[in-house]
Nanobody, 117 residues
Framework: QVQLVESGGGLVQPGGSLRLSCAAS????????MGWYRQAPGKQRELVAS???????NYADSVKGRFTISRDNAKNTVYLQMNNLKPEDTAVYYC???????????WGQGTQVTVSS
């Protein structure tokens, strides 16, 4: 089992930046993908970005060129650098770990990101 702890959310003005982090409480020895999802009020939870253990990344079209996902495998930590934030980015952001072999997902508690003037 995996316990995830997120941090880094907050209030920021449009055009500003935030960096989210998510640390797993235990080491993961199977192949796993780490990622970030977000959910805005009235909308479905959506993938923002993901990164495999080998560093292969995927991004939602809406964040390409603005967000960067990275991971530190030794620390079991994933980061999301968010630049040029827009009001549309306002959501609760959830860290996700997926054990690739069995497609089992673990979720963080969520961290609020609010982009507003």
């Amino acid at each position: 089992q995996v316990q995830l702890v997120e941090s880094g959310g907050g209030l920021v003005q449009p055009g500003g930046s935030l960096r989210l982090s998510c640390a797993a409480s235990v080491s993961i020895f199977s192949s796993y993908t780490m990622g970030w999802y977000r959910q805005a009020p009235g909308k479905q939870r959506e993938l923002v970005a993901s990164i495999s253990r080998g560093g292969r990344t995927n991004y939602a079209d809406s964040v390409k060129g603005r967000f960067t996902i990275s991971r530190d495998n030794a620390k079991n930590t994933v980061y999301l650098q968010m630049n040029n934030l827009k009001p549309e980015d306002t959501a609760v952001y959830y860290c996700n770990v997926r054990i690739d072999l069995v497609r089992v997902d673990y979720w963080g508690q969520g961290t609020q990101v609010t982009v507003s003037s």
